[in-house]
């Protein structure tokens, strides 16, 4: 039966004489607030609706034939196999003609179509995702932004009044929503945040501009726009509509993953991919930023659905969860605005003693970063994290630089609000001393964890290890073990001793309540 609420050529689109193919009936239509998609089995075809909405106008037949090939051209690069062509669809008499290119009425994107299963958000709801699945996304993004093009032109949108514009925008075209889907307070202090944080870090926007980290980027990374083929993670759906959501900081990127995982309440699974990411770019200052724009996604996707609800062609009952649906994001970009006590948390022991994965199950835990010395040693020399680091990279000079960077790092974030996890041997007193002082002088909470596990667990482990980004070998073992000084009385009040041949999910529970900003 037809849909009266849909446009004329949608109904014949959803019909199987429409093609010159094969379809799977029935043809399954999906709709966003600017497109149409119809999903026939072997093919997907995408129309963009006729709407202008300010930051997107496809109201005229020549715009939406652009954007056609603007999507083409932006989406095929991440997903060759997957994005075809863009058809012409002509009328002749009162039916609808694809391919035909006498007298168009209207323009398709062609895409071959992947198994719906496939895609992130239908793994997650059926609760296929793990955190290595996050792990190999977080490497996957880290390596098309590290590789993202940049320019004079591209970085001018870094500029803050242009992130400023694009911020205002969004309550603009969001205030006749209060009431509906979100309150007085919440859009106020919203609003009150990222206006103070614009104001308060405009230094920390042209600094992302000098270090080049403005770039184009994809502009709505989240998990519907994802995809899993043949064991790796596919991008798709970019940005062609609008260069301010395409020419951004990295950080708007990595924020929409973060903030759509968190929004399913999977910090675990976000954290994963953002230490992951972090550690790849090695950009642990862009974390400065990330609750600007933590807030902002957030408030996007609330915006999107609110502007769902005034479509005619929409039920009410889905109505009704859309409102719901807003009514969320709009509660979760709030609640990135309230400020949390940061802390440091150093790690401590031998090589093979389980440092890194009792902090990144930490992470996971408390939503902490976790900043890996090799990571930082490596960055700092210049190669790669798979990159075998000759002598010049553990010299007494390089490993005092690694330890002051770490600290550095950690003193910059935890006052942001972050908890931070030195993953590090900080085997000496002078390290670890460094650490206290800094921690007292910024009044920032410090625990010690030190893992620790026999001798011949730790040879086992060196001896076995393999995939990581350590250079730590079994025969340091010994030289490791002869220059590791005891902790002093005063240290001793902030250690943990954690047993690393042992539970550590029961061992970590006592640091539960802590939870990063």
Known sequence: MANSSLPILIEQMLQPSFYPHGVTEPIELVQTHISFILLTGDYAYKVKKSVNFGFLDFSSLQKREHFCQEELRLNQPLAPEFYLEVLPISKVGDRFQLGEDSHPVEYTLKMRQFPQDNLLI???????????????????????????????????????????????????????????????????????????FLKEYESLFESRIEQNWIRECHGDLHLKNMFFWQNEVMLFDRIEFNEEFRFVDVMYDVAFIVMDLDSRERSDLSNEFLNTYIEQTGDWEGLQILPFYLCRQAYVRAKVNSMMLDESEISDDKKQEIQQEAALYYRLAWKYTRRKLGRILMMSGLSGSGKSTVARQLARRINGIQIRSDAVRKHLGGIGLNERGTEELYTEEMTQKTYERLLELGIILASQGFAVILDAKYDRQQLREKVIKECEFHQLPLNILECVAPVEVLRSRLENRSGDITDATVDLLESQQQQAEPFSQGEKAYVTSIDTTQDLEKQLEKFSDIKSG
Not at 137 to 142: F, P
Not at 174 to 181: E, L, N, R, S
């Open 122 to 196: 239908n793994l997650f709801k059926a609760g296929k995702i793990t955190c290595e699945d996050l792990g190999k996304l977080g490497k996957k993004v880290a390596n098309f932004n590290l590789n993202a093009p940049t320019n004079d032109y591209i970085r001018q949108f870094g500029k803050i009044g242009k992130v400023r514009q694009a911020i205002e925008q969004n309550y603009e075209q969001t205030d006749q929503y209060i009431g509906i889907a979100q309150t007085q307070q919440q859009y106020e202090e919203t609003r009150e945040f990222t206006d103070n």
